[in-house]
């Protein structure tokens, strides 16, 4: 990816602050040229970081969006009144360099719970962060917010409209604590794109739902789990439905592809577990069946070990607290029947299915019955590396 790659009148910048490790970008900054549409999806945690609190109060009040100031190494939680004075202070420090007003700059944050933002870091970073802008790529932002991340997860993709050509890019963090519940995930939606308001937020909620809001790699829903999305109207209108439609089918594709980026690099995560239920009563059936088996340590564990027990599996569904008829199960794992109609298939497949198990993805489909409910869920393995990231993740 290329600067160019940016949607057309955004620019960004990265600087190196050593807010956890010296010697690498921990700060990063978008700024668009024009006044931004803005959606903003946060945590349902009930501890709210103190830039989620400011990111929510911002988009309440409505007012000009035109940037995204994003840190890692500490997540500004649970601080308190401190907490939610020192991110306005950094809003401040950037506001007075790039002519704005504090309140246009939407504050991401990531990294340990609890410790103060380190201000006079903030201070001696700002400048060059500033002096940065217009030189740094997709990237490079995205891996000034990583934290155990294994590799940067962005994405771009350019589409013709009625009017004419526009551009999406997505640049997200993420590797452990990962069960968005939109309602420490962090990832940034940049468009081109003129779109009015309520329909940006309307598709936003919609596709989020689609992606993020489907896959889990440890069941932990974050302090600081926020998407947001900012659309500058710099290129085209979007005129039509058609070009609705188009645009929003679009926003879930890229959306879904760094979704997958996310399970694929779960902390100590081998393999992505594509569990699909059909056949259920209704879609809230299926996704409750679904959920069950993506956050089910005993399914996650002998996925990684490559163990075709798909009794494990049955047991997560039985518990789930969707409603069906147990006769009416069936279960293929990596395509193989393995439980029809509540009765497990006799046959000699566990050799096949061994090598089948090896594969990075790894499918599991699921029929409660002969219902109209249906749901899509992505959920990583659950490996020794996993224990070792998180037992020393403060070190």
Same mark, same amino acid.
């Given at each position: 990816?290329?600067?160019?790659?940016?949607?057309?009148?955004?620019?960004?910048?990265?600087?190196?602050?050593?807010?956890?490790?010296?010697?690498?970008?921990?700060?990063?900054?978008?700024?668009?040229?024009?006044?931004?549409?803005?959606?903003?999806?946060?945590?349902?945690?009930?501890?709210?970081?103190?830039?989620?609190?400011?990111?929510?109060?911002?988009?309440?009040?409505?007012?000009?969006?035109?940037?995204?100031?994003?840190?890692?190494?500490?997540?500004?939680?649970?601080?308190?009144?401190?907490?939610?004075?020192?991110?306005?202070?950094?809003?401040?420090?950037?506001?007075?360099?790039?002519?704005?007003?504090?309140?246009?700059?939407?504050?991401?944050?990531?990294?340990?719970?609890?410790?103060?933002?380190?201000?006079?870091?903030?201070?001696?970073?700002?400048?060059?962060?500033?002096?940065?802008? &217009?030189?740094?790529?997709?990237?490079?932002? =995205?891996?000034?917010?990583?934290?155990? $991340? #294994?590799?940067?997860?962005? %994405? /771009? +993709?350019?589409?013709?409209?009625?009017?004419?050509?526009?551009?999406?890019?997505?640049?997200?963090?993420?590797?452990?604590?990962?069960?968005?519940?939109?309602?420490?995930?962090?990832?940034?939606?940049?468009?081109?794109?003129?779109?009015?308001?309520?329909?940006?937020?309307?598709?936003?909620?919609?596709?989020?739902?689609?992606?993020?809001?489907?896959?889990?790699?440890?069941?932990?829903?974050?302090?600081?789990?926020?998407?947001?999305?900012?659309?500058?109207?710099?290129?085209?209108?979007?005129?039509?439905?058609?070009?609705?439609?188009?645009?929003?089918?679009?926003?879930?594709?890229?959306?879904?592809?760094?979704?997958?980026?996310?399970?694929?690099?779960?902390? &100590?995560?081998?393999?992505?577990?594509?569990? =699909?239920?059909?056949?259920?009563?209704? $879609? #809230?059936?299926?996704?409750? %069946? /679904? +959920?069950?088996?993506?956050?089910?340590?005993?399914?996650?564990?002998?996925?990684?070990?490559?163990?075709?027990?798909?009794?494990?599996?049955?047991?997560?569904?039985?518990?789930?607290?969707?409603?069906?008829?147990?006769?009416?199960?069936?279960?293929?794992?990596?395509?193989?029947?393995?439980?029809?109609?509540?009765?497990?298939?006799?046959?000699?497949?566990?050799?096949?299915?061994?090598?089948?198990?090896?594969?990075?993805?790894?499918?599991?489909?699921?029929?409660?019955?002969?219902?109209?409910?249906?749901?899509?869920?992505?959920?990583?393995?659950?490996?020794?590396?996993?224990?070792?990231?998180?037992?020393?993740?403060?070190?």
């Amino acid at each position: 990816m290329t600067i160019n790659d940016l949607p057309r009148g955004f620019k960004s910048g990265t600087a190196a602050a050593a807010f956890k490790k010296a010697g690498r970008d921990d700060l990063g900054l978008i700024v668009s040229e024009f006044p931004c549409v803005v959606s903003g999806l946060f945590t349902q945690n009930r501890f709210q970081a103190a830039p989620v609190q400011i990111c929510r109060e911002i988009l309440r009040n409505s007012g000009p969006v035109r940037a995204v100031l994003a840190n890692s190494g500490q997540a500004n939680a649970c601080t308190g009144e401190q907490g939610l004075e020192n991110c306005r202070a950094t809003q401040r420090m950037v506001a007075e360099r790039i002519n704005l007003v504090p309140e246009e700059i939407l504050p991401l944050s990531t990294g340990v719970i609890g410790p103060q933002l380190p201000m006079d870091r903030w201070r001696a970073a700002v400048p060059k962060l500033v002096e940065s802008l &217009g030189s740094r790529d997709a990237e490079a932002f =995205t891996r000034a917010f990583m934290t155990t $991340d #294994a590799f940067p997860k962005f %994405a /771009a +993709r350019g589409l013709d409209l009625s009017a004419g050509h526009t551009r999406l890019t997505v640049m997200a963090k993420g590797a452990g604590m990962i069960c968005p519940n939109m309602a420490t995930m962090l990832c940034v939606v940049l468009t081109d794109a003129m779109v009015e308001q309520n329909s940006w937020r309307s598709m936003f909620k919609r596709a989020a739902d689609k992606t993020f809001n489907r896959v889990s790699v440890d069941g932990d829903t974050s302090t600081n789990d926020t998407i947001l999305g900012l659309a500058n109207g710099a290129s085209v209108p979007i005129k039509t439905e058609a070009d609705l439609t188009l645009f929003e089918e679009s926003l879930t594709e890229i959306l879904g592809s760094v979704a997958y980026m996310l399970v694929k690099d779960g902390e &100590g995560a081998a393999k992505v577990i594509h569990i =699909t239920v059909r056949g259920a009563c209704s $879609d #809230a059936d299926a996704a409750l %069946a /679904a +959920r069950s088996v993506g956050h089910s340590q005993l399914v996650k564990t002998a996925i990684y070990g490559g163990d075709a027990n798909w009794g494990r599996i049955v047991t997560a569904i039985g518990y789930s607290g969707a409603d069906f008829e147990p006769a009416e199960v069936c279960l293929s794992l990596c395509g193989i029947e393995r439980f029809v109609k509540g009765r497990p298939v006799d046959d000699d497949q566990e050799e096949i299915l061994s090598d089948l198990l090896k594969a990075r993805d790894i499918h599991v489909d699921i029929s409660l019955g002969s219902g109209p409910g249906s749901y899509v869920f992505l959920a990583s393995d659950l490996g020794h590396e996993y224990v070792s990231l998180n037992a020393d993740y403060r070190s």
